[in-house]
């Protein structure tokens, strides 16, 4: 029998032990621009171990709920940052590492504007789009070597809303 992860609001809080939620929560750290623009400073912790930046576009798919989650993953070389570039709700799933494996996974949906960042190393579900058109901004690493460890669950789970 599958287990049902409910789908939870996203907050810094509840997010912080698996990454950053990029958001323009405040007020600006600076303005800028003659005073036209506020700036939202160094808003995510990016790690890219031995290797270096890159940035790249991802149009993926839109998935509907109930959701089969049957796998996360997680890149031990790098972290991995997800940025839509439209203003529709995705969904975030992480797991906590327990002894090297992913733990019950957690399920978020983001606000409009909200953008996330994983630590380096976070179990973490690929990138889950629930609106078309799907586009992202995805910063992560870019090196040599393997970066991506992947885990199957023998019983999926099923993520819903509440
Ligand atoms: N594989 C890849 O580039 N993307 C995944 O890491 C993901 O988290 O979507
Ligand atoms: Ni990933």
Redesign the pocket.
């Known amino acids: 029998m599958s287990a049902t992860i409910r789908i939870m609001p996203l907050t810094a809080a509840a997010f912080a032990p698996f990454g950053d939620v990029i958001e323009t929560a405040g007020e600006p750290d600076k303005m800028i621009n003659q005073g036209l623009c506020g700036r939202y400073h160094d808003r995510a912790r990016l790690d890219f171990g031995s290797g270096r930046a890159g940035v790249s576009l991802?149009k993926a798919e839109p998935r509907a709920l109930p959701l089969k989650l049957d796998l996360v993953?997680r890149?031990p070389e790098g972290s991995?940052a997800f940025i839509p570039m439209s203003l529709d709700p995705f969904l975030v799933i992480v797991a906590p590492d327990d002894g090297g494996l992913p733990g019950v996974p957690l399920a978020f949906e983001t606000e409009p504007g909200q953008a996330i960042n994983f630590h380096r190393g976070t179990w973490?579900g690929?990138?889950t789009p629930l609106h078309e058109p799907g586009l992202f901004a995805v910063i992560d690493r870019i090196g040599e070597g393997d970066n991506?460890e992947e885990f199957w669950f023998d019983d999926p789970y099923v993520v819903e809303r509440g």
């Open positions: 991802f993953e890149h991995q973490h690929v990138l991506l």
